[in-house]
């Protein structure tokens, strides 16, 4: 039912400019034990050293979310989209049938930390496009904000997919966060950095959690916070009809 991907269980690629975890298989690192879960696909946590970047390089049927942690990442694509990714934005890219793109770290001193996200969208040869959105940090202390929805609802950048995707800060102990997930679905928690505790279980920067709930009942999670102030991402899936792999 709960099932903790440590931080140290990762994938790792290093190079003199990056050093990515994967939590799912990706590129030349394979797991078959962790290929994907649900429709969620990629938490690739990069550390982009100053003046390092991805290349201009292709991407077709696939939702791709990029959260940064701190730094900033610039984007350039196909679709004449320029922007700069900071803390407290998300930005959802539908690659659908084909889109070019590169990200970079522009700044001569500082790296980038983000999170990496990619989610199998709902169905392919959908026309590419490119959202990216700012979220308030006080909406996220001690709660659950949402930042990505099937509809874009509440300001959330829209993913094409059964999938909710929420962020939340938990800075102290008395910091709760409860969470009910429906009937036939399924969750994920992404530590983000920092420490909480998953009811009694504790998780750190880095770690990811499966939750896999009867499919005929309610269940509810609840989330702690601990001295060390964290950030995490929770998403809420529906479980997919056909395999994904």
């Known amino acids: 039912m709960i099932q903790i991907r440590h ?3 990762r994938g790792q690629v290093q ?3 990056l050093d990515s975890r994967h939590t799912f298989s990706f590129g030349q690192y394979y797991d078959p ?3 994907n879960f649900a429709t969620l696909r990629v938490i690739n946590e990069d550390h982009i050293q100053p003046r390092g970047g991805f290349k201009t390089h292709s991407h077709q049927d696939m939702e791709i979310i990029t959260y940064v942690l701190s730094g900033t990442l610039e984007h350039k694509d196909s679709l004449g989209n320029g922007s700069v990714i900071q803390p407290g934005e998300v930005q959802r890219m539908t690659a659908g049938t084909g889109i070019y793109h590169s990200e970079f770290n522009g700044s001569e001193n500082q790296p980038v930390h983000l999170l990496q996200i990619w989610i199998i969208p709902n169905e392919k040869g959908l026309p590419p496009s490119y959202e990216q959105k ?3 940090e006080a909406e996220q202390w001690g709660k659950l904000q949402l930042l990505g929805s099937p509809d874009g609802r509440k300001g959330s950048v829209t993913i094409h997919q059964d999938v ?3 962020g ?3 800075t102290t102990e ?5 969470y009910t997930i ?3 679905r399924v969750a994920w928690i992404q530590i983000a950095r920092g420490s909480v505790i998953l009811g009694d279980r504790p998780l750190d920067q880095g770690d990811g959690v499966a939750i896999t709930p009867p499919a005929d009942e309610p269940y509810i999670i609840q989330l702690t916070g601990t001295s060390d102030p964290a950030e995490i991402l929770l998403f809420d899936l529906a479980l997919p009809s056909v395999s994904t792999n």
């Open 7 to 9: 931080s140290g269980d």
């Open 15 to 17: 190079l003199d400019w």
């Open 33 to 35: 034990n962790h290929i």
């Open 134 to 136: 700012a979220f308030s």
């Open 164 to 166: 909710e995707l929420y």
């Open 168 to 170: 939340a800060k938990l």
């Open 174 to 178: 008395e910091h709760h966060i409860d």
């Open 182 to 184: 429906k009937p036939g």
